[in-house]
């Protein structure tokens, strides 16, 4: 029983609505970070695809990491770019869980992705014999499929039991997306096995990849301090410091956001650091690879190099 409660159809994402001299300015900045986002990362995907150099491991898990951030970004920006733009910030329940469904599947697969990179690199420079073997196309297939399959099955575990709740008022998420506390907040239903299946899921999906990937890098680390020669050294730590800076930012930012208190005094600023790994982190990610990645930077020219060449000849034929 809901003591005769009005069953509410639509949330309100409050988002950044209490900056409203700001929603052009911000409206241009995400706009900015979309297109710049979007266009790194099918350029990623682009380069993996084309070119015969990247048809690797390391650059087949990197094009489905770039193939995630693209989708990842999809889920959140264009509704925030329009809330800015129309001053509508409504969404519907089914809406919501929707937009939920996506944001958690895909958050989930990238830190199973970020594992699986990291395990790569650690077979390529702490077991250098063993990696041909041990990474080959079957492997690899098996792995990024393991990671989409198992983090869509999460997530219809999870949004199948948000489905059952109702919600009943208020209707506000001091938010700028559909994030699972602030909407299981909202619910007049019990959530106690809501609750229950998260904290059983949340170790599995954050916590072990987390320990996977760290427990990687250690190894790495210490195989990489053992080796005698500095441009040893040198060549293991460029394969994988762009790894290492990803892992970095995203476990960071996400840290930061799921161990703040919850209070009123820090509300605004859990905002921005859940921009950072929802928004800034698929803008960064290719930059990162394509800026310290002598593989990618030579793919890219070379790419750059035949658009050339083609449009030469093609101003010279008639």
């Known amino acids: 029983m809901f003591d005769n409660r009005t069953v509410i159809t639509e949330f309100i ?5 209490n900056l409203p001299e700001l929603q052009v300015l911000l409206f241009l900045v995400f706009l900015v970070i979309y297109i710049v986002t979007m266009s790194g990362n099918i350029l990623i995907i682009a380069l993996v695809v084309a070119d015969q150099h990247l048809h690797t491991p390391m650059y087949f898990f990197l094009g489905n990491l770039s193939c995630l951030e693209t989708c990842y970004t999809s889920t959140i920006l264009p509704r925030m770019l329009a809330s800015f733009l129309t001053g509508d910030r409504t969404i ?6 929707t937009q939920y469904y996506f944001f958690g599947f895909l958050a989930v697969a990238e830190c199973y992705l970020l594992a699986v990179m990291s395990y790569d690199r650690y077979l390529a420079i702490c077991k250098p014999l063993h990696y041909a073997v041990l990474m080959n196309g079957r492997s690899c297939l098996q792995l990024a499929v393991g990671t989409w399959v198992s983090s869509s099955l999460t997530a219809d575990i999870t949004i199948f039991l948000m489905q059952q709740l109702t919600f009943c008022g208020p209707n506000e998420i001091d938010h700028f997306f559909c994030d699972f506390i602030p909407v299981i907040k909202l619910s007049c239903s019990d959530t106690g096995m809501m609750e229950l299946v998260t904290t059983m ?23 990489i301090l053992r080796m005698p020669s500095t441009t040893g050294w040198q060549k293991a730590f460029s394969t994988c410091s762009s790894h290492l800076i990803v892992v970095s930012i995203f476990y960071g930012t996400i840290m930061i956001v799921y161990m703040l208190p919850k209070t009123d005094s820090l509300r605004d600023l859990d905002k921005v650091f859940s921009v950072f790994y929802t928004v800034v982190t698929p803008m960064v990610n290719p930059l990162i690879y394509s800026l310290r990645n002598r593989e990618v930077k030579q793919a890219l020219g070379k790419a750059v190099t035949k658009l050339s060449a083609v449009k030469r000849i093609q101003t010279i034929l008639p």
Not at 92 to 97: K, T, V
């Open 13 to 17: 994402l409050l988002g950044f609505g």
């Open 92 to 97: 519907s329940i089914s809406g919501c869980l």
């Open 201 to 223: 899921l949340a170790p599995i999906c954050t916590l072990l990849p987390f320990l996977l990937t760290l427990a990687t890098y250690v190894c790495i680390i210490t195989t």
